[in-house]
């Protein structure tokens, strides 16, 4: 098992709304060697499937444009996952799921972050709309769920959370990408 290296001072380098960058200082081998850390509180990420479709949002990712994602958001302080995969459902598509299975939890990028997605599905939803945060411009878009797993296996979401939520949710559904015909 790796040990963590001794870690020789931190400095915090910006606190924002949503995360914190610190500047960490290591000791190892090779002497001591800096590296930003972005502490984040974690954020939860919905697999909305109803009567065989899955709810997608599109909207516009500032470092990189628009995007067609899983609904997904931030941890409120003091909020638990389950809170937040009920919040952030109700408020990007305007449903409440009556059944939230967990599908895991994983790092998003563990060379540089500390934050934490967790994975839910989410069934049986019903109209139940939250008001959408305004800066958050985006509009729903109902996929064919076969469709989705297709596009998952093989490379079709640009971002890494909706490929990995809709194989997770493939797989406990038993429709994995090993039983979905190629194109």
Do not use: N
């Not at 790092?107 to 500390?114: E, M, N, Q, W």
């Not at 989410?122 to 729903?140: I, Y």
């Not at 079709?156 to 559904?173: I, N, P």
């Amino acid at each position: 098992m790796a040990e963590r290296p001794p870690l020789v001072g931190s400095e915090l380098i910006y606190a924002g709304t949503v995360f914190t960058l610190r500047r960490h200082r290591i000791s190892t081998a090779q002497g001591v060697v800096e590296r930003d850390v972005v502490w984040h509180p974690g954020a939860v990420v919905l697999v909305p499937v109803d009567q065989g479709q899955v709810s997608l949002v599109r909207q516009w990712r500032e470092p990189v444009g628009e995007l067609l994602e899983l609904p997904a958001g931030t941890l409120d302080p003091g909020e638990s996952p389950l809170e937040t995969a009920v919040r952030e459902c109700r408020e990007e598509i305007g449903m409440r799921p009556g059944r939230l299975e967990p599908l895991g939890q994983h790092l998003a990028a563990p060379g540089y972050s500390t934050e934490m997605l967790f994975f839910f599905l989410a069934q049986d939803l019903h109209a139940d709309p939250l008001p959408l945060p305004e800066e958050e411009g985006l509009a729903v878009e109902a996929m064919d769920w076969r469709d989705a797993v297709r596009m998952a296996a093989t490379g079709g979401f640009a971002d890494t959370k909706t490929a990995l939520g809709v194989l997770l949710a493939a797989v406990r559904l038993k429709d994995g990408p090993a039983s979905i015909e190629r194109p």
